[in-house]
């Protein structure tokens, strides 16, 4: 039998690829990171099936050795149930848009199992992937495989699985009843009742951009105040009622959201919303006014409220004492810190690093493996998420002796933060970066700056701890790189929690970001308890926490105006260089805390090779750039930004 199998996500966005070698994950990586176009919209993974294909064989031609290639969709739903479900939606909202019928011909077009077949077999062959056979192509049902891809990763033998997203083949939320390797759903709501759909509506009112925004909204809606009349506006767009059982149901208004005539101020939103809530907030502003914040407010509010009291539905309904959440519902963690400290009867609670759709084809692979390799749960633990590219130090070297900015930056910002590093005026450096033969002379410029200033640092961490401990923001580059959106040690940059002004630095000198947004902690996990209520595992910055008084005297600069924080705790065993890192840093801070966010600028992916990061250290103020052993670090001041 061939060991390998290939997940892969084709969807429009997050699209990902993921190898396993029998019920093992052995690499996964998001398309994104090496198209570097942020979420990879619309973008086949081929890059990411080359890098994957690569662990096999060094030539990336590795398809010989795999078993199957797996999909977290079930396509031959498209055929019938989602056409008949078009027709009983029609019935029922006889005044929507032309925008859903152009959306649904397009789906159930690209979604038709023949075409769907014969994409991946076009990709791969144009991408010089097939030698011989083709592998046998398998789907599966898509929260099947997000409720797979949690509970089998999690510590719990048996769990309450929720998921909920923004919409599957119908289903938009689904309960299942994990035991061991057996998933059995006892509940599903299908569209329109989207929760995703739902929050995203709002994200675009307030003013940010879909995909991304959400985060934006949920990070804004502490800032805002409770305002009874929002809130009653609100109730009648996401609505509560009981069922014939007397147990808590809920049902949204899907005219509010995507059902109803779109509106003239923005085609994304429809006029019922618009009439209801008033005009959309701009776009690009530092921070929506108010009144936006108190509609942030209420609907993070009512999100949360009604997912604990369906949770909890279930956990007195089942009596299942452990849950396990996946979908992109649950990359909001501020829903999965409220399920946690709300619900009494919960002994603990695990979400999947991927969540989301990119990683789909986790669980694609796994309902495979369950069916073909192996039934015993303890087979597909997940030991840590650090299975994307790395690079050795050598590597490492010809990427900086053969560097050379290639790129236009994208603002203002990071043209200054360039002529900092370089020493020359920002319009200069615009201008020979655009001009072919000036372009010869900045980059001589940028040679010299990386000859002088690149060292090999045999003691790394106590090192690169010191400077921390003095101020100085890091890019942190090691190892394999993370699976999922969240840095968490290979791919970060770090800061000194205690000082305040370590969070307005990396927001605006470094990520060029709103400056009121918040920034997650890397805890070492023995000390959690001492900086956090009710802590529990928390390995991938998916939970939210209350923090102690300690946490706020200790280590301000991660703490968000609601006194909570997004943190990876720490185990030695999952990245033994990281937490030697955080263990150097505590002995000269007596912090056990790094303030940790993605090496990314905004609206980027995050750095996956040696060069992004080159790029990176160019294009904003970051003051020290680690990749392996080599140790860049610029000498200039910040401006004062205070």
């Not at 014939?244 to 509010?256: K, M, Q, R, S, T």
């Not at 907030?281 to 009604?306: C, K, L």
Request: hydrophobic fraction near 35%; aromatic fraction near 12%.
């Amino acid at each position: 039998m061939k060991p390998y199998t290939l997940g892969l996500n084709i969807g429009k966005v997050d699209p990902s690829a993921t190898l396993f070698e029998g019920t093992r994950i052995v690499a996964h990586v998001e398309e994104e990171r090496f198209s570097r176009k942020k979420k990879g919209i619309n973008q086949f993974p081929t890059q990411a099936i080359r890098y994957c294909l690569s662990i096999i064989d060094k030539e990336g031609k590795g398809l010989n050795s795999v078993a199957s290639i797996n999909l977290g969709f079930d396509f031959s739903k498209f055929t019938l149930d989602v056409p008949q479900y078009y027709i009983q939606e029609w019935g029922n909202y006889p005044d929507k848009p032309p925008q859903s019928a152009r959306y649904e011909i397009d789906r159930l077009k690209k979604k038709n199992p023949e075409y769907v077949r014969a994409q991946i077999i076009e990709e791969f062959t144009k991408a010089g992937l097939v030698s011989g056979e083709f592998p046998k192509i398998n789907w599966y049902t898509h929260h099947y495989c997000h409720a797979l891809s949690s509970h089998l990763t999690s510590p719990f033998d048996d769990s309450l699985g929720i998921v909920v997203d923004a919409n599957s083949e119908i289903d938009t939320l689904s309960v299942w009843n994990c035991r061991g390797s057996k998933l059995d759903k006892i509940y599903s709501k299908p569209l329109p009742h989207s929760l995703g759909w739902l929050y995203r509506a709002f994200t675009l009112f307030c003013g940010f951009d879909a995909y991304e925004g959400e985060g934006m909204l949920m990070g804004l809606a502490p800032y805002g105040k409770s305002n009874p009349v929002l809130e009653k506006k609100i109730e009648q767009v996401l609505q509560w009622r009981t069922n014939n059982d007397g147990e808590f149901e809920f049902d949204i208004d899907a005219e509010y959201i995507h059902l109803g005539k779109r509106s003239s101020l923005n085609s994304a939103l429809t006029e019922k919303l618009i009439s209801v809530f008033g005009e959309p907030a701009p776009q690009g502003v530092e921070m929506p006014n108010q009144y936006y914040r108190d509609i942030a407010h209420a609907i993070q509010s009512r999100f949360e409220q009604t997912l604990v009291r369906f949770v909890e539905r279930f956990v007195t309904k089942t009596g299942h004492k452990y849950v396990t959440l996946s979908g992109g519902v649950f990359l909001n963690c501020k829903v999965n810190g409220r399920i946690w400290s709300a619900i009494d009867s919960i002994k603990d609670i695990y979400i999947i690093s991927t969540s989301s759709d990119d990683g789909i084809g986790i669980g694609a692979n796994m309902a495979y493996s369950v069916e073909n390799i192996s039934l015993k749960r303890s087979d597909y633990s997940m030991q840590n998420v650090y299975v994307g590219p790395e690079y050795s130090n050598e590597q490492i070297k010809d990427a900086i002796s053969g560097f050379s900015l290639q790129r236009l930056f994208k603002n203002d910002a990071q043209y200054k933060a360039l002529s900092n590093t370089l020493g020359i005026d920002s319009a200069r450096a615009r201008e020979m970066l655009t001009d072919g033969v000036e372009n010869e002379v900045i980059n001589s410029i940028v040679s010299d700056h990386l000859d002088k200033k690149c060292e090999f640092v045999e003691n790394l961490t106590p090192y690169i701890a010191g400077k921390i401990a003095k101020g100085k923001i890091i890019a942190w580059f090691q190892g394999r790189m993370e699976a999922g959106p969240r840095a968490l040690g290979n791919r970060s940059i770090l800061a000194d929690p205690r000082k305040i002004e370590s969070l307005l630095k990396v927001n605006t000198k470094v990520k060029f970001r709103q400056s009121w947004r918040p920034f997650c902690p890397s805890v070492m996990d023995e000390y959690k308890d001492l900086y956090f209520v009710k802590s529990t595992q928390s390995p991938y910055m998916i939970n939210t926490f209350r923090v102690t008084p300690l946490t706020k005297e200790a280590a301000p600069a991660i703490v968000h105006i609601d006194e909570t924080a997004r943190p990876q705790f720490l185990v030695k065993e999952q990245n033994p260089l990281f937490h030697s890192l955080l263990e150097e840093f505590h002995k000269l801070s007596k912090v056990p805390i790094f303030l940790n966010t993605s090496m990314n600028i905004k609206g980027e992916p995050m750095c996956c090779s040696p060069i992004d990061a080159i790029n990176f250290y160019f294009a904003t103020d970051v003051d020290v750039l680690v990749m392996g052993n080599y140790v860049l670090e610029k000498k200039h001041q910040y401006d004062n930004i205070l």
